[in-house]
C-alpha cells in the first residue's frame, strides 16, 4: 500500500531532464509500420497512408484522478495507456501511437518513475503501440500525466457516438459496477490502513472488482470480435463516467431516446456481493459508478443474430424516438427517466 517500499532513491535532479527522458525511453522499441521516427527529434514522424486517424488526450492529476496510496504506479502507467486506448476504440479504431507528458515534484525518485514508466511500456507492447515521444517537466506538488493517443480506421468504420436510430438495439461489453466497487474497496482498507498500518489487508474476495480498478484492460477484443462477426455498430461510446451519462451522450448525440432494462444489466457476482456489504443498490452503482472501460454501442436489430447468446456482448436496451425520452424500466416494471447521475429517484411517470 506504500508508495515507495523501496530502499533505493535516486534523486532526479541527479540525472537531469534529458538523462531521465532517455533513462525512462532506452527500452522503448517500434513496431508500427506508420512510425517513421518516434523519440528524439523535434517531432516524431508517422505515415498513415491515406487511412483517418484519431487522436484522443486524457490528463490525470494526483489527487484528483489517481491516489497513490493504494495505486502502485506501475498500474498507474498501464491504466493512463488503457484509458486512451478505449477511446480510440470506442471510434472503431486501431491504436498505433502514444505520446506520454509527466509532471513530477522532486517528491519522487527516479524508481518510482520506473515503475510508472514500466506499466506504460507494458500496456504498449501488450497492445502493439508504438511511444513516440512526449514531455517531461516538474511541478510544485504531485504527478501529472498527460497520454495521447492516434490510431487508424477506414473511414467506413469510424463509429461516432452519433449514429444511433430508434429501434436500435443497445449492447454493452462485459460487465459494468466493478471499477466503482473495487475503488469503495480500496477506500476503505486505505482507512483501516492509517488507524493500523501492519494491518495487511486481505483483498483476495475483492480480486475482481480491485483489479477492474487498478488494471482496467481496454476492450480491444470486442473491436476484433465485432469485425468478425461482421457487426458494425451504428452508435459507440466508451464507458468512462458510469452506464447512465453514456447511453445520454449516445441518445443526444442521435437524437433518440431510449429504453434500459434493468433486468439485463450484466453485474459480476461479485459486484452484486460487494453491493451488498456495502449497503448500496448495485443498479446505482452500474449506472453512476464509472471507470468500467467497457464499450457501450447499438446496432440495427437485423444484427441481432449475430451477436444473439454471445458472452461478451448484452443487449441492455433499444433506442427510441427522442419524443419518448430516456428511461429505465425497473425489475417491478416501472419507467424512471435516466439522469447523468444513475436515474432521478424522484421523478416518475
Ligand atoms: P523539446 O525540447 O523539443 O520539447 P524534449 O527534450 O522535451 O524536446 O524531448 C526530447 C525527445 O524526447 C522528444 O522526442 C520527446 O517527444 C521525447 N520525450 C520527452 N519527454 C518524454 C516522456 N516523458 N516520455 C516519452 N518521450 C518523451
Ligand atoms: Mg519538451
Redesign the pocket.
Known amino acids: 500500500m506504500l508508495e515507495d517500499k523501496k530502499q533505493e532513491r535516486t534523486s532526479l535532479e541527479q540525472l537531469g ?2 538523462g531521465l ?1 532517455e533513462h ?2 532506452q527500452h522503448f522499441t517500434l513496431k508500427q509500420p506508420s512510425t517513421l521516427l518516434g ?4 517531432a ?1 514522424v508517422l505515415n498513415f497512408e491515406g487511412k483517418k486517424t484519431v487522436v484522443t488526450t486524457d490528463l490525470l492529476i494526483e489527487g484528483v484522478h489517481f491516489d497513490l496510496s493504494y495505486m502502485p504506479l506501475k498500474h498507474l502507467g498501464y491504466k493512463a495507456v488503457m484509458v486512451n486506448l478505449s477511446d480510440v476504440y470506442a471510434m472503431n479504431a486501431t491504436p498505433s501511437q502514444l ?4 509532471a513530477v515534484s522532486n517528491r519522487f525518485p527516479l524508481e518510482a518513475l520506473e515503475e510508472l514508466y514500466a506499466g506504460i511500456q507494458l500496456a504498449a507492447t501488450s497492445y502493439g503501440v508504438d ?1 513516440i ?4 517537466t516538474s511541478s510544485q506538488t504531485g504527478m501529472l500525466i498527460s497520454i495521447t493517443a492516434l490510431g487508424t480506421v477506414i473511414e467506413e468504420d469510424i463509429t461516432y457516438r452519433s449514429g444511433a436510430k430508434p429501434n436500435d438495439l443497445l449492447v454493452v461489453s462485459g460487465d459494468v459496477g466493478g471499477a466503482y466497487m473495487g475503488l469503495q474497496v480500496l477506500e476503505r482498507e486505505k482507512e483501516v490502513f492509517k488507524v493500523n498500518p501492519n494491518n495487511q489487508p486481505d483483498l483476495e474476495p475483492y480480486s475482481y472488482i480491485v483489479e477492474r480498478q487498478l488494471k482496467p484492460e481496454a476492450r480491444k477484443d470486442i473491436i476484433e470480435l465485432l469485425k468478425q462477426l461482421k457487426v458494425q455498430p451504428t452508435s459507440m461510446i466508451d464507458i468512462s463516467d458510469g452506464l447512465s451519462s453514456e447511453i445520454l451522450h449516445l441518445c443526444k448525440h442521435g437524437k433518440t431516446g431510449c429504453n434500459l432494462f434493468e433486468d439485463k444489466i450484466p453485474l459480476d457476482p461479485t459486484v452484486i456481493s460487494a453491493c451488498e456489504e456495502f449497503k448500496i443498490d448495485s443498479t446505482l452503482v452500474a449506472l453512476s459508478g464509472g471507470e468500467d472501460y467497457e464499450l457501450l454501442f447499438t446496432i440495427s436489430q437485423g444484427d441481432f443474430p449475430k451477436i444473439k447468446g454471445n458472452p461478451h456482448l448484452t443487449v441492455i436496451g433499444h433506442m427510441t424516438e427522442a419524443s419518448e425520452g430516456a428511461h429505465l424500466v425497473t425489475r417491478g416494471d416501472s419507467k424512471i427517466p435516466l439522469t447523468a447521475q444513475g436515474w432521478n429517484s424522484f421523478a416518475s411517470e
Open positions: 531532464e534529458f527522458i525512462l525511453t523519440i528524439g527529434d523535434d516524431a505520446t506520454v507528458s509527466i511511444v515521444g512526449g514531455d517531461t
